[in-house]
DNA sequence: CTAGGGTTAG
């Protein structure tokens, strides 16, 4: 869901005199070139590589621009409110000019080396002893009367560091100090830290760091990233970086580890600009970053999803001289899955297994999730097949990702085969996870029977069945018509305390649209009811021909407004198809338009100078031919005013790999000819239909002849 | 082993 593209980062580049540097082609890069040569030798198709032409080609016309000076066309999105045209503008910035201040030491801190004394073993002895007794005052302070002496600084150090878990540590730094026998050290603290952090113990450690603070031992770039990752490991950002700024005014100055840190902060907080800034800062400082920096910008323009800055990361790599290691490689990897390149990601991994290294569970986890999500099945079973015959390491997320996998491409024998492994596997045993993804399987084959009989297996083996879960059981049981099953199943969730979630409201709707007119509609109405009583109402606002457009319009808004982005859609697909069982026609049209309005449908219309597509392939039935007589409207209206059309047209509705997602180009297929249009199935493209200008003209006027015939 | 930063699931 796009929030308005805001001018923020105009303002902020023009602010600091950035001037605009063209990215230099990516096919230079090792990397990406490489990703071609692989691209081309595979049964999918490749990304185009970018053009500088992409995208006013993609010039928007849709309806909602069209529409958009009529109303405030803004949805909220729940996600940061952190817009930036870094991606979107297809550039990268760099601030060429002069080197500003410098903002991290060109050295990393040194550490102090100590040595052990030669009572180590006693020592060590005695403190895995205390590890045994509680960790209460009461229990753990008394046991340390029996402590071994001398209490030197590296003896302190030894149990500091051995000492588990941090209850421990934290009562023995305290007692270190009552004793007096030692001046506190920078050190004793930064181990404690750790120790404090490894239980996220995050008001602990400042504590401490005040206590420094107020005692005059300094904290140095170790005690900072310490207290930095452990805010970050409690999500308080804004800790870390009142942490960072404290740092900057005291006259510390950062080192690359506290640097590093502190830009996965504002990465992860989705600060895209600061972190850009702050790294071509420290660039301009003399800086070479390492690959835990590039794993940290990859990462964050990986959830940004944004394609040219994963393309700048390699750039930088590549002009700084580091290579990728498999943190590196796994991290981009799934940027590009995030970023929607399916083909760079291949290309990338083979690079990766060419250079040498060996992947891992997460690097297998990324890759196979991506074809599995890019509907690369012949990708997909040969990496699988290539990770039995290599002996690559399995855990059991990426056993999961394969259960997924399988049913983003409809694999189900090969899904049965591995959930079979998982059950005969000592360390993998299947989960809740992949109860849902074989749940999810069997929905989308429409097989009810096995898909009862797994949630009865559940039951009884006590995996636990989370909302995902029920909701794919649900949606199964309602493709098939079997409601009073789902009702049932619906009220045990219930009993369950599982909490309806947007998604399974999405559901519930969708199943409204498939029960109206049987016998069950009220009983599916009222699960709705109690899972989501606004969407009850604004049913029945809608129903009423008597609710004028501007209430609708109001309703419409608060109810998008309110859901999750990634429901917005199949909320609006489901009220369009409730609407046109109803007959609805008018009121359908009205909530299209509203969805459209609203940027639900973004890639409904596109068009070139060649031809202009209609692409209904994430609509609903209902919602496709409503939006299929919109634009036959349109058309009719351009034919007649005789303006500029293109050669060819186009409407996708795609054909789906599941038995359920099958109905939209059979339904679409029928409803061309019952309007009597000129679209005829396209022999190149598969899930296409097409009109040619001409049939579309000669449509429109013999039309308009026989309506004036008629009258 | 002996103080600090990065990567896996709807």
């Known amino acids: 869901m796009a929030a308005p593209l805001s001018t923020v980062v105009d303002v902020y580049f023009t602010d600091t005199k950035r001037t605009r540097l063209s990215v230099t082609n990516p096919c230079r890069q090792k990397g990406i070139r490489k990703c071609f040569i692989h691209c081309s030798t595979s049964n999918s198709t490749p990304e185009a590589p970018p053009t500088p032409t992409s995208d006013s080609k993609k010039k928007s016309t849709s309806l909602s621009d069209q529409l958009a000076p009529l109303a405030n066309k803004t949805l909220s999105t729940v996600a940061g409110d952190q817009s930036y045209a870094f991606s979107k503008g297809k550039s990268t910035w760099v601030n060429p000019t002069k080197a500003k201040r410098t903002v991290l030491s060109s050295e990393r801190q040194k550490r102090a080396t100590y040595s052990y004394s030669p009572q180590l073993k006693d020592l060590k002895r005695f403190v895995h002893k205390l590890n045994q007794c509680g960790s209460s005052e009461d229990e753990f302070l008394p046991s340390l009367e029996e402590i071994p002496r001398p209490l030197t600084r590296e003896n302190v150090l030894l149990i500091l560091n051995t000492l588990k878990p941090w209850q421990k540590t934290h009562l023995f730094l305290d007692w270190i100090k ?105 660039r301009a400082s003399g800086w070479k970053p390492d690959p835990i920096t590039f794993s940290v910008l990859g990462k964050m323009f990986g959830e940004a999803g944004d394609y040219d800055g994963i393309r700048y990361v390699f750039q930088e790599m590549e002009s700084v001289g580091v290579q990728p290691n498999l943190v590196v490689y796994n991290t981009l990897l799934e940027a590009m899955g995030k970023a929607g390149k399916p083909g760079f990601a291949r290309g990338l991994f083979e690079e990766m297994i060419e250079s040498g290294i060996v992947p891992n569970e997460k690097t297998l986890t990324a890759v196979i999730k991506i074809y599995g999500k890019a509907r690369w099945s012949r990708d997909a079973l040969e990496l699988w097949q290539r990770m039995k015959e290599n002996d690559w390491p399995m855990d059991f997320i990426l056993y999961n990702t394969l259960l997924n996998m399988c049913a983003d491409v409809g694999l189900v024998e090969e899904a049965e085969t591995l959930f079979r492994d998982m059950k005969q596997s000592a360390h993998c045993k299947p989960d809740s996870w992949s109860y849902t993804a074989m749940l999810n399987i069997y929905g989308s084959q429409g097989d009810v029977d096995k898909a009862m009989k797994l949630f009865e297996e559940m039951c009884k083996s006590g995996v636990e069945l989370n909302v995902m879960g029920f909701t794919c059981l649900i949606q199964c049981l309602g493709r098939a018509m079997e409601f009073d099953g789902l009702v049932r199943v619906f009220y045990s969730s219930v009993e369950r305390g599982i909490k309806p979630d947007d998604r399974l409201c999405g559901c519930l709707l969708s199943v409204v649209s498939l029960s109206q007119g049987s016998k069950d509609e009220e009983k599916v109405l009222a699960c709705l009811q109690e899972a989501n009583p606004k969407l009850v109402a604004f049913i029945q606002l809608i129903e009423d021909e008597k609710t004028s457009f501007e209430t609708v319009k109001e309703e419409f808004k608060g109810i998008m407004n309110s859901a999750v982005v990634e429901v917005r859609r199949p909320f609006c697909n489901c009220l369009i198809d409730i609407c046109r069982n109803k007959d609805l026609l008018e009121r359908a049209h009205e909530l299209l338009y509203l969805g459209t309005l609203y940027g639900l449908y973004p890639s409904l219309h596109n068009k070139t100078d060649e031809e202009w597509c209609l692409d209904v392939r994430s609509l609903s039935v209902g919602a496709a031919l409503t939006a299929l007589e919109e634009w036959m409207w349109t058309l009719t209206k351009i034919v007649k005013r005789e303006e500029t059309l293109p050669e060819l047209f186009l409407a996708q509705t795609g054909t789906g790999a599941h038995k359920f997602a099958q109905g939209l180009h059979v339904s679409f297929s029928s409803h061309l000819r019952k309007l009597a249009v000129p679209f005829r199935q396209s022999e190149e493209k598969v899930g296409c239909f097409s009109a040619t200008r001409e049939d579309l003209i000669s449509w429109v006027q013999s039309n308009s002849t026989a309506a004036a015939t008629a009258t």
């Open 178 to 282: 009552t004793q007096n026998l030692l001046p506190m050290e920078t050190i004793f603290y930064n181990v404690t830290m750790k120790s404090l952090r490894f239980g996220k113990q995050f008001a602990l450690i400042e504590e401490l760091a005040h206590q420094m603070i107020d005692t005059g031992v300094p904290l140095d770039n170790i005690t900072y990233s310490t207290i930095i990752s452990c805010a970050k490991k409690c999500n308080l950002y804004d800790k870390a970086v009142q942490w960072f700024e404290r740092m900057y005014k005291t006259g510390l100055m950062p080192d690359e580890v506290t640097y590093s840190a502190i830009l996965d902060v504002y990465a992860r907080l989705g600060k895209v600009e600061e972190v850009i800034s702050l790294y071509e800062r420290g």
